[in-house]
């Protein structure tokens, strides 16, 4: 049987966490290429209905990545990301599907390391947990 290879979809701040994917990338540094990413103008920008669909899409996880706290380019959008991530949080645990599927991070445009060790963690994680419970199960 060949070995589980996860999707995870990303979500990043064009400002930040996309800068750092470019730095590391600039830097020859190698992350997992499991991760999907889709640059946002901000994390506060990412809708609930993002997420799930991205579940429903079959990611096994999904990180949204976003400026650091009280450095958002657009005042508070990572404090409404913070927010929104959380309420999915929740909700995902009290219907058992794996809370621990949904990353929120803070990289800035400088931390290019941080951003490969960040993806690869997320990746060895959810490796480790297997599909996602939302996998395969839905035709949209």
């Not at 999907?36 to 899409?57: A, M, N």
Request: proline letters at 4%; aromatic letters at 10%.
């Amino acid at each position: 049987m060949d070995k589980f290879e996860p999707k995870i979809l990303g979500f990043f701040c064009n400002w930040c966490t996309s800068s750092a994917a470019d730095l590391a990338g600039t830097s020859r540094l190698h992350y997992p290429p499991n991760v999907r990413p889709i640059r946002v103008w901000c994390s506060g920008t990412v809708d609930t209905s993002y997420v799930i669909r991205g579940f429903l899409e079959d990611a096994d996880a999904v990180v949204v990545g976003g400026c650091h706290p009280a450095d958002c380019h657009y005042i508070n959008g990572n404090y409404k990301a913070r927010r929104r991530i959380k309420l999915l949080k929740t909700i995902f645990e009290t219907l058992g599907l794996g809370e621990d599927r949904i990353y929120l991070k803070w990289i800035s445009a400088s931390e290019g390391v941080k951003f490969v060790r960040e993806m690869t963690k997320i990746t060895e994680e959810t490796r480790a947990k297997g599909k996602s419970p939302l996998a395969g199960r839905w035709d949209i």
